[in-house]
């Protein structure tokens, strides 16, 4: 989803860390300035509540490379 928006031109695009509220930890893709989450609820590409989320913190592509074990 990221390389296809960053394709189409869109490069307003942050990679967060943060607690759901079942307190699980999930990665979040936020465009244009956290005005859209991408793919997180389940039957829904876009939505634009992040009220759920708690102890939100930016990613650095470094931080995700050591996640996925690229580094």
């Known amino acids: 989803m990221v390389y296809t928006l960053m394709l189409l031109g869109i490069k307003d695009i942050d990679l967060v860390e943060c607690l759901d509220d079942n307190s699980n930890e999930v990665v979040l893709v936020l465009v ?3 005005k859209y989450v991408l793919n997180y609820w389940p039957n829904m590409v876009l939505n634009s509540d992040l009220t759920k989320f708690t102890d939100i913190k930016y990613l650095g ?4 490379k050591k996640k996925i074990g690229d580094e």
Request: proline fraction near 0%; hydrophobic fraction near 45%; charge should be negative.
């Open 61 to 64: 592509i470094t931080t995700l």
């Open 32 to 34: 244009d300035n956290a």
